[in-house]
Structure formats: structure tokens, C-alpha cells
């Protein structure tokens, strides 16, 4: 058995995350319930900072709060010295709400509204990335209009493409996001920017994909990104001063994954970077780049209670829990695997097969296709490890279910951040019908 962080087994044989117990938990905010281990949040981010202090280069660790978004979650981001990538105008309004520093909040997207870019002048925030030639358009109009400079990154698709799903592969070729690097596009991209009054071009950004073990693809996207930078030196006197290398990088989910320690990715692009600087003498960079999941990934766990069991015999058996893919979408959208354990038989084998079921009404709720667990029965706590990106953020009201409560758990304590939404909360944008059926009068 695989334990995340600060897990551990307290004398009561209950999983424990942040020192508290998880069972005391679940009867305390309910389940389904999302727990949040924030040492090992603020472990993972000083890693990745440390190690670009220890290789000596100038750097940007923004958190890509996609991945799980909310105001106490950006609130701990900023304690870390950590800036921000955020990719919607709700998203940009939370950090706001968190008055979380403008200067260090990259706003990123391939479809940003007018409304958002808007805002983001509003907000004077640090950096826009800019993802197409729509977009470029709209950054010049609002930058003229207002007589207002903004910093902007062109986001180019290298043509690497990583070991990773398909629907979280990024930087081939084939993608929504970016100029390509390959057919001119990123030259075009940055022939209408790089001389703009109102526009401070400061370098490129790219992200070749998500739940990435390997450290070739990074590095051949590091190599392609410095010698565009070179030749637009060497062609146009312009010198990129940020190179901003995305994030992908992997977590364990299952005994199947094998990642890299943090500073390993970050070695393995630095010194890409630090080569081709030196042998090209090109002015170092700073450097940014981006983790989500390997910040929240796996320092969240979902808690839940079981509920009916259905044995198919000589098939499987089901043990179904009182969430399932409204609160947790990754398993039925793109087979993600994940594993658990019962919270409050920690110290029982864990030897009884299961497919674990949500409770929505779909064939393909089921969140674990064969888990192993400790002769589950009606009532016991079943926690779900790994769940703390791409969980809550995807999280939908789907049969009408509200989603569930978000707690951070540090030192022995616990406080909720997100609360559980209730029915009313569900059908609070409704509004009750007032058309007039044919024939009746008003």
C-alpha cells in the first residue's frame, strides 16, 4: 500500500492525511469530501523552486491552477511565492478575489472573450499569452484603445509530442493551442508583435502535454524554443528575455506510474537551456514553468461512504459510493486509473476485488474498475487517492447532485475552503416558467 505525503495510520488503524483522522472527517464535513494535504503542496513547490536557486537561473514557478482552483488554494500559492496561470475569466476573478499579486498572474486560453482580455487590462496583470491571430487582434485593439502596454508570451506547438492520452497531448502538430513552430506561424505571430508600441513581446511559452514520465520530449522542446530564439536574434536584433517551458509533469496514481522527482524535470530543461545559451551566446532567460497536478495531483483524496452492493457472480463485484463521476469525471472521460483504500480498516488486508460505482445514472460511473479493499461493507469510509487535480475543477451538477466540500488539512488541523453545496444551491439560477400556453389569457 502506496501512501501520498503526510498519510499515515493512526492507533485507531484510520488513514490519516495532515495529521487528522480521515474518518473523524467524513462525520464532521460529510462526504463526498475532498481533503487536501497542503505540506505536500508547499513541499512540491519549493522543489521545483530550489532547484532552479541551485542551478542559478532567474525563474517563475506558476502554479496552473486549472488543475484545482480556488481562492484559499491561491492564497496558499502566494505564501509559497508561486505566480499563476489561469485560464478563464472566472479563474482570473478568483485570484483577484485572492488578492493574489497582478504582476505574477499569466492569463492563458485559445478562445480568450473580448470581455476576459478586457479584465485582464483591467487588472494589469502580468502577462498574456497569446495563443492565435484572433488574438493578437484583439490584444492590439484593446492595447491602442487604452493607450495601455501589456506583456505577452506567443504560445507555439513545438511538434514534440509526449507518452501521454491523446486528449492531454498538447504540443504536436495537430493542436488547438498555439502557432505552429514548423509552417511559419510562429514567425508570422511574432512579425505583428514584436515591434507594437503597446506590446512588451518578452519570449515564447509552449506545454507539449500532461502526465508525462519522460524527460526527452521537455528537452527537445527546450532545444526547438532556443533556437527560435536565436534566429530571431540573428535576424531581427530581438531578444526573448522569458522562456517559459509549460508543465506535464507526471504524478503516481497507480503502482504503474513512475515519476521523476520535480528537480529532475527542471535539471533536464535547465540544462538545455544553459547550453545553448553559452554555446550561442545568447543571454540567459528567465525561465518559467507551470506544474498543476504535480503540485495538487496527488496531495488531494476524495472520501467517500459506501453504500449498496451488487455481486455478478463468477464477474465482479460492485461496491457503489455516494459520488462518483459528477464529482470525479477523469475515469469515465479518458479511463484514468486511480487506487484506494478503506479509510477505517487501514490495518485489514486489503484483499477483497471491486469495481467501485458512483451513483450516477450511467453504465460508465465507475471510478476504480478493480480495486482492492478491506471486505467493504454499507457505511465504511472508502478513500480515493491522487484525486486533487482535474477532481473538483471538473466537477459538474450531473443528476442534479450538489458537489461536494473542499478541506485543507496542515499540522493536526483541518478547515474547510470550499463548502459543500446544498439543493438549494443547485437550483438557484432557476427560474420558474412564465411563458403563457397557446390559447390562455394573461
Known amino acids: 500500500m502506496h501512501l501520498y505525503g503526510t498519510q499515515s495510520v493512526n492507533e485507531r488503524g484510520h488513514l490519516t492525511i495532515g495529521g487528522t483522522d480521515t474518518v473523524d472527517l467524513a462525520h464532521t464535513y460529510g462526504t463526498p469530501l475532498n481533503v487536501y494535504d497542503i505540506a505536500l503542496f508547499r513541499e512540491r513547490a519549493s522543489a521545483f523552486k530550489k532547484t532552479f536557486e541551485t542551478m542559478g537561473i532567474r525563474a517563475q514557478v506558476a502554479y496552473a491552477s ?27 476573478f478568483t485570484a483577484v478575489s485572492a488578492d493574489f499579486p497582478r504582476n505574477r498572474i499569466h492569463f492563458h486560453g485559445n478562445n480568450k472573450s473580448y470581455t476576459e482580455l478586457q479584465y485582464a487590462f483591467d487588472e494589469k496583470i502580468g502577462c498574456i499569452v497569446i495563443d492565435n491571430f484572433s ?21 507555439v506547438t513545438p511538434g514534440v509530442e509526449a507518452s501521454t492520452h491523446d486528449y492531454i497531448t498538447t504540443g504536436q502538430e495537430d493542436s488547438k493551442f498555439g502557432f505552429d513552430l514548423k509552417n511559419g506561424q510562429t ?9 507594437h508600441p503597446y506590446i512588451n ?9 500532461s502526465q508525462i514520465f519522460e524527460t526527452d520530449a521537455f528537452r527537445l522542446a527546450a532545444e526547438a524554443l532556443m533556437n527560435k530564439m536565436v534566429a530571431w536574434r540573428d ?39 544553459l547550453s545553448m545559451t553559452r554555446s550561442h551566446n545568447y543571454p540567459l532567460p528567465e525561465v518559467w514553468i507551470e506544474p498543476g497536478r504535480s503540485l495538487v495531483g496527488d496531495a488531494g483524496t ?27 469525471i477523469r475515469p469515465a472521460l479518458y479511463g484514468a486509473k486511480y487506487t484506494a483504500v478503506s479509510a477505517n480498516r487501514m490495518n485489514e488486508p486489503h484483499v477483497d476485488k471491486v469495481t467501485i460505482a458512483g451513483k450516477c445514472c450511467e453504465s460508465g460511473d465507475k471510478l476504480i474498475e478493480e480495486a482492492q479493499l478491506a ?15 482535474y477532481g473538483y ?29 446544498t439543493y438549494e444551491d443547485v437550483v438557484r439560477l432557476d427560474i420558474p416558467l412564465q411563458l403563457v400556453r397557446r390559447g390562455e389569457r394573461i
Not at 66 to 92: H, N, R
Not at 302 to 316: D, F, H, M
Not at 375 to 389: K, L, M, Q
Open 66 to 92: 486549472k488543475a484545482f482552483s480556488s481562492i484559499a488554494i491561491y492564497e496558499i500559492a502566494e505564501q509559497q511565492g508561486l505566480s499563476l496561470d489561469v485560464v478563464s475569466g472566472g479563474e482570473l
Open 135 to 155: 488574438e493578437i487582434e484583439l490584444v492590439k485593439e484593446i492595447a491602442e484603445a487604452r493607450k495601455e502596454s501589456m506583456n505577452v508570451l506567443i504560445r
Open 187 to 195: 514567425d508570422e505571430a511574432f512579425l505583428q508583435l514584436y515591434k
Open 201 to 209: 513581446l518578452l519570449g515564447m511559452h509552449c506545454h507539449i502535454g
Open 235 to 273: 535576424n531581427h536584433e530581438f531578444i526573448c528575455t522569458v522562456l517559459n517551458l509549460g508543465g506535464g509533469f507526471g504524478i503516481r496514481y497507480t503502482e504503474e506510474d513512475k515519476p521523476l522527482e520535480p528537480s529532475v524535470y527542471v535539471e533536464e530543461m535547465a540544462t538545455v537551456v
Open 302 to 328: 476524495t472520501l467517500y461512504t459506501a453504500g449498496s452492493s451488487k455481486e455478478v457472480p463468477g464477474i465482479r463485484k460492485y461496491i457503489a459510493v455516494d459520488g462518483g463521476m459528477s464529482d470525479n
Open 375 to 389: 471486505n467493504p461493507t454499507e457505511g465504511d469510509i472508502i478513500a480515493v487517492f491522487c484525486t486533487g487535480a
Open 393 to 421: 475543477s471538473m466537477a459538474s451538477n450531473y443528476n442534479r447532485l450538489p458537489k461536494p466540500a473542499v478541506v485543507f488539512c496542515e499540522n493536526g488541523q483541518h478547515q474547510l475552503v470550499v463548502r459543500r453545496e
